[in-house]
């Protein structure tokens, strides 16, 4: 079986990370739409059709089942998208609130995101439909800070702060990570707020396929795509996963206007 993932950028390399860890023999095909990042800024019709030319583009590998690892294209895409598509489309929402749920002690769950996914209410409106009570943030500097590789000291504490203390002050005891960069200030929130439960998108997903007994029986293909060529990328794709190439190929291959 193969797999396809696709994100706005690098954020979808720590899911991307997290299934190669957990599903060695899995092939893996992963697009990074670094040409269009961010989607997270972007309008709903807009960020639908990008998503709808990735998993296209990734279909055309024959891939058994979609990974739509970018919280802003979950929110807005994953209906379309699992009507587009004859295969099973895995969104990252559904499994970080179930991953919340069976944190939370006191039923209080912050969410963070892009503008985009904080405006769609996916988190707010599955978590709330489970007897939640949500208190939603959009974070807007975190992706530029961890593009940049600001994932930890004064600057980036500053800004968790500026962005964080509200939620926390509201009595959260349960925070999910509702964008793939986020993950990369994980250690930065835990020092600062080491009582919280930290709900990450690529954990949970792995967690959501090993339930559903996904089977994965290929032979550890590993391919990761670019639109355009990008150093954060780049610099990220070595941290996170070393030396696989990458292949940049033209944005005309995905574009349907
Ligand atoms: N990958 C996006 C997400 O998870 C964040 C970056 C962007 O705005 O495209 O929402």
């Not at 179930?98 to 405006?119: C, D, H, L, Y």
């Not at 990570?177 to 020092?191: E, R």
């Not at 990450?200 to 007994?213: N, V």
């Amino acid at each position: 079986m193969s797999i396809g993932i696709f994100d706005s950028g690098i954020g979808g390399l720590t899911v991307f990370k997290e299934i190669t860890k957990e599903f060695p023999d899995a092939d893996i095909y992963y697009l990074g739409d670094t040409a269009r990042v961010p989607y997270g800024n972007k309008s709903k019709e807009t960020v639908i059709r990008y998503s709808v030319e990735a998993a296209n583009y990734l279909k055309s590998f024959g891939i058994d089942a979609l990974i739509v690892a970018c919280n802003t294209a979950s929110s807005y895409a994953i209906d379309r998208l699992r009507n587009a598509l004859d295969i099973p489309v895995i969104g990252v929402v559904e499994p970080g609130v179930e991953v919340a749920i069976r944190f939370t002690k006191n039923g209080k769950v912050g969410v963070i995101g892009t503008s985009a996914t904080i405006k769609s209410g996916s988190y707010k409106k599955l978590l709330e439909k489970n007897d939640m009570k949500v208190y939603q943030k959009p974070c807007p500097l975190f992706v530029p800070l961890v593009e940049e590789g600001i994932v930890e000291g004064q600057i980036a504490e500053l800004v968790v702060k500026e962005y964080l203390d509200g939620l926390v002050d509201e009595g959260i005891d349960t925070l999910i990570l509702g964008c793939t960069h986020y993950p990369l200030l994980k250690k930065t929130i835990k020092k600062l707020y080491p009582q919280l439960m930290i709900v990450d998108s690529s954990q949970a997903i792995a967690e959501f396929l090993h339930r559903e007994k996904i089977q994965f029986n290929g032979t550890g293909i590993r391919k990761i795509y670019i639109t355009d060529e990008s150093e954060s990328f780049e610099r990220f794709k070595t941290v996170l996963i070393g030396d696989i190439p990458l292949e940049k190929i033209d944005l005309s291959k995905l574009c349907t206007l």
